[in-house]
């Protein structure tokens, strides 16, 4: 049985199958086929009922590294942490990394994904120079923005739906330290959020607000806003070893209600709201919190719960993340984590990539069935009369009307690159 991060999405008629680009594969005689890296996707993305899943995992080798020039050259099944890990200590890290480090180079690529630094370095894809591409044919494809380069920008955010990719070249980033100087500070209100990004925009690699989506009346859209840098001197330290917490078993329902939700935010607030001085943070803390517990999707129970990632035009859009905001507290249903960014005019490279100028609000949302379901319907009705869209990697029950709406225009694009011999869930689901 496999299941998505979110525990939302379960398949059990699949057939698994591993991948070694070395060598002679025949799984394309069984169609249809979806690659699978390490399944971080919250959503039916990486998932493929009654077809066949093609496990890359065993495709975790370096191929090239220049140190001079930081182009590293990787196979496709590569966790993002086991470039972080060997890259640090040779002065570069990865210019764009998404929430957790857990996630494999082929999924960072075909999800486009985007990190804190939006404003200033755009998506994963728009630092990758090129990649091989095994399509069901059996041709492998060498596409580049300026080789094959339509297919290369269909495969960049493509979901899985073009070919599996082998191997890709990645341009990495130079730092000094894996420390970041990190400043905090507490806001009330979207206008304010709105304010102290685009005054840090200037002068920080990296912005992003924690938001408490349950408080209302004068507490109402509170939150804490953070700013960072990688730190200027020499400062590289050893892997932590240090023993990580574990989440054993899937925790009860009953753990995470509104009220639990509504303490912890209280809580988190004003224990962030009393610490505003600049602190040096080690880069897998700041980039990566949640990766400091094991299975922590658990926490969330049996039913799993909903990632809801949505980003619309900054024109209105304090108005519009207000609007949403009042939406969940009349609701009462809490989100426990919920992040507020916004995301720059740096064009992502691919055909369906999700950012686009704009404010991005990502939201958690425990299962609770149709009562969640009608949640986040509403929350769509919002996002798509403002001409926002939703984020694939993160989805588990768009209908087929919603991405029309969202990525309709893109989809007509991107339609003469999908390999017919790959499919998924999700676009089964949407199509």
Known sequence: MISSWGNI?????????????RDENDFFQKQPVLAYG???????????NNGVIIKTHQLNRFIYFDSQTGILVCESGCLLSDILSFAIFKGWTLPVVPGTQYVTVGGAIANDVHGKNHHMRGTFGCHVNRFALLRSTGELWECAPHQNAELFRATVGGIGLTGIILWAEIQLMPIKSDYLTVTTEPFYGIEKFIALSKDAEKTHEYTVAWLDCQSDRKNFARGLFSKANYHQEKLITKNDARKKLSVPINLPSMVLNRWTIRAFNQLYFYAGARNQSEKLVRANSFFFPLDAIHHWNRIYGSRGFYQYQCVVPMQNGDTVITNLLNTIVKSRQGSFLSVLKILGDKPSPGILSFPMPGITLALDFPNKGSETLALLNKLDDIVMNENGRVYLAKDTRLSKKQFAHYYGKAWENFSAYHDPGFSSSLIRRVM
């Open 9 to 21: 999405s379960t398949i059990k008629n699949t057939e698994e199958k591993n991948i070694l680009w």
């Open 38 to 48: 390490n399944g971080r996707s919250y959503g039916d993305v990486c998932l493929n």
